[in-house]
């Protein structure tokens, strides 16, 4: 039996938000202290297997120590210790906790100083954010990223943060040729293959892959060889054609439009799936904005609304509400969702 289990009547039970805030707070008390420095030894746990000397809310730079094999690092009353990992008294390792969406399930810290939404899922997106210069992400942080100053840590271990290594895609089978794909791949500032098109003959054999070289964004259109199509899913050619493709309906005039939230349509080929998604970041502006995305006639379609008053567009919950959202605090320094920048 697991030792947070906590027992309620029916009637809390069905008060469902409050008890997944509840949980939230439980699991945020007992693995929620990664880079946290525990004051009763001045230790941290720097990930789930290494500690290190800390002094409260100043960010460590001293060495971390490994915990013996078998061990792991435990914040708990007794300070920072390590405990064998498969302990009966129940120690659960620190700092795991990245790659999580929060309790509202708004986000997930993905690095020390980036994050990914989770759009009311508990699974995280295929989406980039990253925290304004200086601060952290913490799944804990009403506004995603705090100040280490502020005694907001990171979620995530810096042992994890690695400099994403830029995977060279196998080209050799496609036919290269220029066209707008660098115009396209500018406005998409994102690294990945893209859908071109909707017109099973010729715009859905194809893609563009983005890549930045030399600090510029550059893009090349490639057609899958033989008779294959383009799976914006799976981003690879396949021998079954998509159902996003037509052969009836004449290739839109969007096909070359970058996917951005001003562009709904092709914002939308770019999600993939019918539903709400937020717009922007920016408080006053596309933070009160969402688009509807729906399938027509084969082709991906959006539509862009505004809150009503002053009210916001909440990603997690995909209802207009009162309050900010976190992911449009000015600690947000930028978000994409699944390659689309999201301004
Ligand atoms: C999480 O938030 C609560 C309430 O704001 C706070 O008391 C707690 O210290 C936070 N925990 C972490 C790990 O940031
Ligand atoms: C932890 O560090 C603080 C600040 O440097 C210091 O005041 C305190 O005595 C230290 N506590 C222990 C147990 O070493
Ligand atoms: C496209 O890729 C997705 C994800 O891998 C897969 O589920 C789907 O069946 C693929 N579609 C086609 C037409 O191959």
Redesign the pocket.
């Known amino acids: 039996m697991s030792p947070n289990r906590i027992y309620l009547p029916l009637s809390q039970l069905l008060q469902l938000p409050q008890l997944l805030l509840l949980l939230g707070?439980l699991v945020?008390?007992t693995r929620?202290?990664c880079n946290?420095c525990n004051t009763v030894n001045n230790l941290t746990c720097y990930s789930s297997t290494q500690m290190q000397a800390c002094q409260p809310d100043v960010l460590s730079t001293a060495t971390p120590t490994d915990c013996p094999s078998g061990y792991v690092c435990v914040s708990g009353s007794s300070g920072v210790l390590c405990e064998p990992q498969d302990s009966a008294s129940g120690s659960q390792a620190d700092c795991q906790e990245c790659n999580t969406c929060d309790s509202t399930q708004t986000f997930a810290c993905t690095g020390t100083q980036s994050f990914a939404l989770c759009l009311g899922t508990p699974t995280v997106q295929d989406s980039v954010g990253t925290c304004a210069s200086g601060y952290v992400c913490?799944i804990?942080?009403t506004q995603i990223c705090g100040l280490p100053a502020d005694g907001?840590?990171a979620t995530c271990s810096y042992a994890d943060d690695t400099t994403t290594s830029t995977t060279t895609t196998s080209t050799t089978a496609a036919t290269p040729s220029t066209g707008s794909a660098s115009t396209y791949c500018a406005a998409v500032q994102s690294q990945g293959k893209y859908a071109v098109g909707y017109n099973a003959d010729t715009t859905c054999r194809q893609y563009i892959y983005c890549t930045l070289v030399g600090g510029s964004w550059v893009g090349q259109t490639y057609t899958c060889p033989g008779a294959m199509y383009f799976n914006s899913s799976s981003k690879m050619c396949v021998t079954s054609m998509p159902s996003t493709c037509s052969t009836s309906a004449p290739t839109p005039a969007t096909t070359t439009v970058a996917p951005t939230t001003s562009n709904p349509a092709a914002y939308c080929q770019a999600m993939q799936s019918e539903g709400y998604y937020p717009v922007g970041t920016d408080a006053s502006t596309t933070c009160r904005q969402y688009i509807y995305c729906f399938l027509n006639g084969g082709s991906w379609s959006g539509n862009m609304y505004t809150c009503a008053g002053n009210l916001y567009y909440n990603s997690a919950s995909k209802i207009c509400v009162s309050s900010l959202p976190s992911t449009c605090s000015t600690t947000v320094a930028s978000l994409t969702l699944n390659g689309v920048v999201l301004d």
Do not use: K, L, Y
């Open positions: 707070c945020a008390s929620g202290t946290v913490n804990n942080d907001v840590m």
